[in-house]
């Protein structure tokens, strides 16, 4: 990715900062329960014994987002049942949703039904996390206090958290972790909230210059929470697959705008078709055999800042929606 031309972007964890802080000021406010391990990090409960709630989920939305994106609720859909939605906007987006967003940390101890397996998303990647993506974006932040985003059930073990911090460089004093269960409703808004990180992890998947991505905003419905967590992955999945729609604008050609809205959709999946928790069995639950082209919003709209010509794919599918989220 070429930056040499792009204006310094923001840090996303000083961004972010605001935004924990108010969690971790008034918890009764956001249903959540703050506690402190005995290292000194501290634990925001937004959904395992506290109850958390959508506004709880808005706000870790943009705690993922690195405090360089909004998320709004919002009643008002196309779909007849699903009337709550939530909205997204990042105005750099590759950095809020690549570089903080996208929850590419893989945090793993212990194997087994005792092993503890979580993907960290939010503004401490840009710290502590080795993925190459980094260096494709040239984009890093040095140590200081960060927050770390977990959607898993119950609480990380000591292991995990000296793994961050170390990584981090950083005392165990200096970190927030938010735990957010994909069966509750900050759980299932904090995922839905990805629609616009959805997209461009594809862009980066088709191998469009993210350079060229100028602005970009996505909406999808929330699904309704279910403790079967196959049927919540699946939701939240299909949220985006057959609800989800977004917008970019993009500094390039008439014919690449086009090319990349027609390819984005995840129409254009070989999986598409089937709700996600059938797809997730139908491959004994093997996460990597399911097509790496099916995760994209349903409805995807390219905007050429050139000609001001947009081109737009895909299709909302609401009988799908339907199929998922009512059966």
């Known amino acids: 990715m070429d930056t040499s031309h792009l204006l310094p972007r923001a840090n996303v964890n000083t961004c972010a ?3 924990i802080g108010a969690l971790l000021k008034d918890p009764a406010r956001y249903r959540v329960q703050m506690s402190t391990l005995e290292s000194g990090t501290r634990l925001i409960d937004a959904g395992i014994a506290a109850p958390g709630g959508l506004e709880a989920g808005r706000i870790i939305g943009e705690i ?4 360089l994106g909004t998320v709004a609720l919002r009643a008002n859909t196309p779909f007849k049942r699903w009337a709550w939605q939530v909205d997204v906007h990042a105005s ?3 950095t809020a949703c690549l570089a903080s967003q996208y929850a590419g940390w893989s945090l793993n101890h212990g194997k087994g039904a005792e092993g503890f397996n979580a993907l960290g998303s ?3 990647r840009s ?3 080795r993925e190459p993506l980094f260096d494709e974006l040239a984009y890093r932040n040095p140590p200081a206090p960060t927050c770390l985003v977990l959607e898993v059930d119950r609480l990380p073990p000591p292991e995990i ?3 961050i911090t170390q990584q981090c460089q950083i005392s165990p004093a200096d970190l927030t972790l938010i735990l957010t269960p994909t069966s509750s409703l900050a759980g299932g808004v904090q995922i839905v909230a990805r629609v616009l990180e959805v997209a461009l992890h594809k862009v980066h998947a088709l191998e469009f210059p993210l350079e060229k991505i100028v602005d970009g905003a996505g909406t999808a419905p929330i699904p309704p929470p279910t403790a079967n967590f196959i049927k919540a992955v699946g ?3 299909d949220a985006i697959l057959f609800g989800g729609r977004v917008q970019l604008y993009v500094d390039a050609t008439d014919e690449d705008a086009e090319a990349l809205a027609n390819a984005l959709p995840s129409a254009a999946s070989r999986d598409f078709g089937r709700p996600f928790a059938k797809v997730f069995k139908d491959y004994e639950y093997d996460f990597y055999k399911v097509d790496p082209m099916l995760f994209s919003p349903a409805v995807c709209a390219v905007t050429a800042m050139k000609s001001g010509r947009t ?3 895909g299709a909302l599918r609401e009988d799908l929606l339907d199929l998922s989220f009512g059966g």
Do not use: H, Q, W, Y
């Not at 993922?64 to 405090?67: A, E, L």
């Open 64 to 67: 993922c987002m690195g405090g």
């Open 235 to 237: 939701r939240t999945n």
């Open 127 to 129: 710290i502590g996390s």
């Open 122 to 124: 939010g503004p401490g």
């Open 161 to 163: 958290v000296s793994k």
């Open 311 to 313: 081109f737009e794919a």
């Open 17 to 19: 900062e605001p935004l």
């Open 92 to 94: 750099d987006p590759v």
